[in-house]
């Protein structure tokens, strides 16, 4: 049987789904495109061999060349039909943020050099999308993927096929993307408040920077690069930039080792939660972990990034 398996899955890759993750961009081509007849498609086969030797036997020549006539537009049919999906490119895939249990929204984008494709059909996790790629241009399918665990979590085995125009034949590639979509650990329901520091002298205080703050008179031993020559030349002394900036100040300091008594998942589901309330409310926090220490700052980079970090704990 393994032999078996082997040889399909070196001849037919694509047909015995175990074909391995590949990179994107995937290019669909003759290769990886497989054909069979829909139930429809059987049915109307018979209907065609019963017409023929009707004809043939009471030598109707009218009857046998429309036996013959639309033999040879379903045989059409299934090269249009094979002409759908051959040359689609598939290239970005993305992904938004979820968390542990949540549903994932992906966005994949499938591409056509030439001529418009109809009736594309795409088929993830059971259900079926159908969408329409423009001639020289892409479309972005989207669809949910359901979570369960925090981490890297792969993209599934997708199917790509189109039963356009007639209905006889079903055209079909399976892809394998080697991509990986982060998901966010869950964030526990309630529990108590973060540590608030307050009295941190440190805090507050100006810091040398990058930023102007002030301009000043010359004193002895300023270097030469911070003199401002311009304002300098309508006063009557040199002037000198001051470039400092008022240190941050954090409203919330997110600490692993502050947790006591908990094990590792409750002190990330914990920090999630601490994290998505101080994005949420406008605060700046800071995140200590056991492998990293995240700085004081706000905003989505900051959030993502202290995210990551606790998706991806051991």
Same mark, same amino acid.
């Given at each position: 049987?393994?032999?078996?398996?082997?040889?399909?899955?070196?001849?037919?890759?694509?047909?015995?789904?175990?074909?391995?993750?590949?990179?994107?961009?995937?290019?669909?081509?003759?290769?990886?495109?497989?054909?069979?007849?829909?139930?429809?498609?059987?049915?109307?086969?018979?209907?065609?061999?019963?017409?023929?030797?009707?004809?043939?036997?009471?030598?109707?020549?009218?009857?046998?060349?429309?036996?013959c006539l639309v033999g040879s537009v379903s045989?059409?049919?299934?090269?249009? /039909?094979?002409?759908?999906?051959?040359?689609?490119?598939?290239?970005?895939?993305?992904?938004?943020?979820?968390? /542990?249990? !949540?549903?994932?929204?992906?966005?994949?984008?499938?591409?056509?050099?030439?001529? =418009?494709?109809?009736?594309?059909?795409?088929?993830? =996790?059971?259900?079926?999308?159908?969408?329409?790629?423009?001639?020289?241009?892409?479309?972005?399918?989207?669809?949910?993927?359901?979570?369960?665990?925090?981490?890297?979590?792969?993209?599934?085995? @997708?199917?790509?096929?189109?039963?356009?125009?007639?209905? @006889?034949?079903?055209?079909?590639?399976?892809?394998?993307?080697?991509?990986?979509?982060?998901?966010?650990?869950?964030? =526990?329901?309630?529990?108590?408040?973060?540590? =608030?520091?307050?009295?941190?002298?440190?805090?507050?205080?100006?810091?040398?920077?990058?930023?102007?703050?002030?301009?000043?008179?010359?004193?002895?031993?300023?270097?030469?690069?911070?003199?401002?020559?311009?304002?300098s030349a309508r006063h009557h002394s040199l002037?000198?930039?001051?470039?400092?900036?008022?240190?941050?100040? !954090?409203?919330?300091?997110?600490?692993?080792?502050?947790?006591?008594?908990?094990?590792?998942?409750?002190?990330?589901?914990?920090?999630?939660?601490?994290?998505?309330?101080?994005?949420?409310?406008?605060?700046?926090?800071?995140?200590?972990?056991?492998?990293?220490?995240?700085?004081?700052?706000?905003?989505?980079?900051?959030?993502?990034?202290?995210?990551?970090?606790?998706?991806?704990?051991?």
């Open positions: 049987m393994q032999r078996i398996t082997a040889w399909a899955e070196r001849r037919l890759p694509s047909l015995t789904r175990l074909r391995p993750r590949e990179p994107l961009p995937i290019q669909l081509h003759r290769r990886r495109i497989y054909i069979l007849p829909t139930g429809f498609g059987l049915a109307f086969a018979v209907l065609l061999g019963v017409m023929l030797v009707g004809a043939l036997n009471y030598a109707n020549n009218a009857a046998l060349l429309l036996t045989a059409g049919s299934m090269l249009v /039909a094979f002409r759908v999906l051959n040359g689609l490119t598939i290239g970005g895939l993305r992904a938004g943020s979820a968390r /542990a249990g !949540e549903t994932l929204r992906v966005f994949l984008d499938i591409g056509a050099s030439q001529r =418009e494709r109809v009736a594309v059909r795409l088929d993830v =996790e059971g259900r079926e999308h159908v969408v329409v790629v423009p001639a020289g241009g892409s479309v972005t399918v989207e669809f949910d993927l359901p979570t369960a665990f925090r981490g890297w979590q792969a993209v599934p085995r @997708m199917r790509l096929h189109s039963r356009w125009p007639l209905g @006889m034949f079903r055209v079909w590639s399976w892809l394998h993307p080697d991509r990986a979509l982060l998901v966010y650990p869950r964030a =526990e329901g309630m529990g108590p408040a973060p540590f =608030e520091p307050q009295g941190d002298a440190d805090r507050g205080r100006p810091r040398p920077g990058d930023e102007l703050a002030s301009l000043r008179d010359y004193r002895a031993g300023d270097p030469r690069r911070l003199i401002a020559w311009k304002p002037l000198v930039k001051d470039m400092e900036q008022p240190a941050p100040q !954090e409203d919330w300091r997110l600490d692993w080792d502050s947790m006591h008594g908990l094990d590792d998942e409750t002190r990330i589901s914990r920090l999630a939660r601490w994290v998505d309330e101080a994005h949420d409310s406008g605060r700046r926090w800071s995140l200590r972990l056991p492998d990293g220490y995240f700085d004081i700052a706000q905003g989505d980079e900051h959030y993502h990034r202290c995210m990551t970090a606790l998706a991806l704990r051991p």
